[in-house]
């Protein structure tokens, strides 16, 4: 298989992945009339005098925009609005073809935040929710703070649908080695949207009991090191991050950092660390090395010191990727009728993807195509979000 050659053929030949098609038949006079003008008149007045009715009478009730402004897209970095639409036209197939949602990309050719703002604002009303996408931090900080309560689920897939799954594989992780989580010691490399969000995910596990009250440890690293109070150069959200980790107030490297520690996540750069580096941590340490394509360190050389292991990528066991969490997430929000997506369905959603399989050290978490996952996610975003009050009706 020639991946390149390979992709490039099928995107060239189908023109795109994505395409419209009509719920209904329309092959009549009468089809017409009802479909369109004059009949469609009625439904616009009923949404008119009640606008909660555009659930009942149009697609908003399933559908979904994917919005980015190619700003960091994988690992291809700023590549642009037209350069990005590949990757959310996939991501609107993942939607339909494992949570039978109707997903639009919306590609924006700006990277002004108050401008995206403005334009999600002014679009929702066609949508039941809100996915952002490879969006750069901090920028994308920012931009999620001022959607999340326009009145439909918003959620940044790369921070919460990669914080929903490291935590999904954590709780498994931590089973097969006989760690409880309260007790660990955690290191997160890369203090960008995806490390920031996973170091708030664990921080806040005490809303939900059926886990755990917090994780022991957490120190985040950035490019410079050990993030610290006084540290120079931080700017806002790692100031922030700063007083809720390191409650030693340790400094120093990511090399540093993970002398004694039980958990190491990586969401930064590849061929970071050696297998000498692991050997510092703790016995049957967990080691997340997700930089994609190339892992922080491979897990050859992981494996040498560390008790599982596991990377973004599906060329090796233990594949942890968002995929397995944003359609489930969404489908379940939509059936709710969520007007957001809050702490307590994320943490549901990672409980119920660890729930989907019987954990070991080389398979710790379902593949993305297993049927159960969508359902089951769904089912407990549902549960979580009705017994929180976050519901329309």
């Given at each position: 298989m020639n991946l390149r050659e390979d992709a490039l053929k099928l995107h060239k030949e189908n023109k795109g992945k994505l395409a419209t098609k009509s719920k209904i038949s329309v092959k009549t006079k009468e089809d017409l009339s009802l479909v369109y003008t004059p009949g469609v008149a009625e439904v616009c007045k009923e949404i008119a005098a009640d606008k909660k009715k555009i659930y009942d009478y149009t697609m908003k009730a399933n559908s979904v925009a994917v919005i980015t402004d190619g700003s960091a897209v994988l690992g291809l970095r700023n590549i642009g609005a037209e350069a990005s639409l590949p990757v959310m036209e996939g991501k609107s197939v993942l939607f339909k073809e494992l949570a039978d949602i109707d997903a639009f990309p919306i590609?924006?050719?700006?990277?002004?935040?108050?401008?995206?703002?403005?334009?999600?604002?002014?679009?929702?009303?066609?949508?039941?929710?809100?996915?952002?996408?490879?969006?750069?931090?901090?920028?994308?900080?920012?931009?999620?703070?001022?959607?999340?309560?326009?009145?439909?689920?918003?959620?940044?897939?790369?921070?919460?649908?990669?914080?929903?799954?490291?935590?999904?594989?954590?709780?498994?992780?931590?089973?097969?080695?006989?760690?409880?989580?309260?007790?660990?010691?955690?290191?997160?490399?890369?203090?960008?949207?995806?490390?920031?969000?996973?170091?708030?995910?664990?921080?806040?596990?005490?809303?939900?009991?059926?886990?755990?009250?917090?994780?022991?440890?957490?120190?985040?690293?950035?490019?410079?090191?050990?993030?610290?109070?006084?540290?120079?150069?931080?700017?806002?959200?790692?100031?922030?991050?700063?007083?809720?980790?390191?409650?030693?107030n340790r400094k120093g490297t990511l090399k540093d950092a993970l002398d004694g520690a039980d958990v190491f996540i990586g969401l930064s750069t590849g061929n970071l660390l050696t297998a000498n580096d692991i050997k510092k941590m703790n016995k049957d340490a967990i080691v997340f090395a997700m930089a994609n394509p190339t892992p922080e360190i491979m897990p050859d050389e992981a494996r040498k010191f560390a008790a599982i292991v596991g990377t973004g990528r599906s060329d090796f066991p233990n594949q942890i990727n968002n995929s397995l969490s944003f359609p489930g997430v969404f489908r379940g929000a939509l059936d709710a009728k969520a007007t957001k997506i809050n702490n307590e369905m994320k943490i549901a959603a990672a409980r119920a993807l660890a729930g989907c399989v019987k954990p070991t050290k080389d398979n710790i978490l379902p593949y993305t195509l297993d049927k159960n996952v969508v359902p089951a996610i769904a089912e407990a975003v549902k549960r979580a979000a009705i017994e929180t009050g976050v519901c329309r009706e």
């Open positions: 590609c924006i050719k700006t990277q002004n935040d108050d401008e995206i703002i403005s334009i999600a604002k002014n679009i929702a009303p066609v949508f039941g929710g809100i996915n952002l996408e490879d969006i750069e931090s901090p920028r994308c900080f920012k931009i999620e703070d001022a959607l999340i309560n326009i009145g439909i689920p918003v959620m940044h897939d790369d921070q919460h649908g990669t914080s929903i799954v490291i935590l999904a594989a954590l709780i498994n992780a931590s089973k097969v080695v006989g760690k409880k989580i309260e007790n660990l010691k955690i290191v997160i490399n890369g203090a960008g949207a995806a490390g920031i969000a996973v170091a708030k995910m664990l921080l806040c596990l005490g809303i939900d009991k059926k886990i755990c009250t917090s994780v022991k440890e957490i120190i985040l690293c950035d490019s410079k090191g050990i993030i610290y109070i006084g540290r120079d150069n931080l700017n806002e959200f790692k100031q922030q991050m700063a007083k809720i980790t390191n409650r030693q």
